[in-house]
Every structure is written in C-alpha cells, then in structure tokens.
T-cell receptor, first 111, second 114 residues
C-alpha cells in the first residue's frame, strides 16, 4: 500500500546544532505538507510544497521537495529550545485522495 | 489558536459502547477531516467531509461514521468500541480539498476504551 516513511524516528541535538528530517514516499506525490506537534498539543501546519525541486524557507527552517516528488526534507539551522516537538510530513498522492502522514521525527534539544 | 474546537477534551468508555465526538470548524471552511492518532504515531486519516457529504475515506471499518452540518460543525461516531480505538481523535478544517489547502487542527479528544 501507499506509505510515507520518515527518518529518523528520534533526534537529540545540542542547542545551536542543525537538524534534518527526511520523508520518503513509495509513490509520486502531488504535494507534501509539513506539520509540527508540540508535546501534548495538536499538529500545526508549517508549509506545503507542490512543485518538483521546490525549496521554501521560513526563517531558520528550509523545506525541500525532491525532483521526482517522492521525497522531502526539513532542515532547521541553529536549533533553539522552542523547536522541540514532533515534525510530521504528510503526502497526498492525487488531488482529492487521502492524505498520508509519516510517523514523525521527535526532536529533543539538549541545553 | 486555529479557531477549531473539539468536545469533549477527554472521554472514557468501555468495550462495546458507542461514542460521539464533536468538532466545530472555522467559519467558511467547507471541508472537515477526522484523524486517529495513537500514542507515538502520526495521524491516520479516517475520512473527509465536503459540504455535508463524505468524499474520502481511509482504512477504517464502517463502525466509524460521521456527519457534517451546515453550521460548520461535525461529528465522528464510533460504534462497538474496541480497546485499540483508544487514541487522540483530531478534526481538521480547510477551505478546499484535503491535501491542497492548509488544514487547521483542533486540540483533539483523548478517548480511552477500557
């Protein structure tokens, strides 16, 4: 079946270090969305990528969509304690189809 | 704040019972989606409603059903509860089709089945 895999499952970094999470789909995606969920909270939309090879930046966050539209990454530069949480990618295979979430990468910041 | 509310916040039920969870979407949002999130997992898509009709469903049995009302509220009903139904249930509203528009999630309902 259609799957969206996310790695790593957990990541511990020192405050100030960079962080990257990767998302891979078994099939071509029409678009991909990224969400952040704080402990005890609900997912909060970060960004949507639609075009092949697309790169978007939000302050210290950089999002990429692969050329084949089957993989994506989120990179955080110089992590801060406020970055703590679980980052999910969510892919849509076709317009009007269901959206499939990855299992998320849980980011923990060491002071 | 996303403007999406859910009730109740927490709920405890026993196996075999039925439960109704409620969601109030942002005004003007025609699409509502429901998700099940087990502990340590990503949200699993249950179904989507657009203008009061179901138009997308994930791999959930028919005992999971829903309704969407004209006033931007919706319900998730689960019959014959099983222990594995224990999870956080999230609703998300959006202006347009699922996967093409920003989804705004509610705070969720934590369901425990004993």
């Amino acid at each position: 079946g259609q799957q969206v895999m996310q790695i790593p499952q957990y990541q511990h970094v020192q405050e100030g270090e960079d962080f990257t999470t990767y998302c891979n789909s078994s099939t071509t995606l029409s678009n991909i969305q990224w969400y952040k969920q704080r402990p005890g909270g609900h997912p909060v939309f970060l960004i949507q990528l639609v075009k092949s090879g697309e790169v978007k930046k939000q302050k210290r966050l950089t999002f990429q969509f692969g050329e084949a539209k089957k993989n994506s990454s989120l990179h955080i530069t110089a992590t801060q304690t406020t970055d703590v949480g679980t980052y999910f990618c969510a892919g849509t295979m076709n317009r009007d189809d269901k959206i499939i979430f990855g299992k998320g990468t849980r980011l923990h910041i060491l002071p | 704040e996303t403007g999406v509310t859910q009730s109740p916040t927490h709920l405890i039920k026993t196996r075999g019972q039925q439960v109704t969870l409620r969601c109030s979407s942002q005004s003007g949002h025609n699409t509502v989606s429901w998700y099940q999130q087990a502990l340590g997992q990503g949200p699993q898509f249950i179904f989507q409603y657009y203008r009061e009709e179901e138009n997308g469903r994930g791999n959930f049995p028919p005992r999971f059903s829903g309704l969407q009302f004209p006033n931007y509220s919706s319900e998730l009903n689960v019959n014959a509860l099983e222990l594995d139904d224990s999870a956080l249930y999230l609703c998300a509203s959006s202006l347009g089709w699922l996967g093409t528009d920003t989804q705004y999630f509610g705070p969720g309902t934590r369901l425990t089945v004993l």
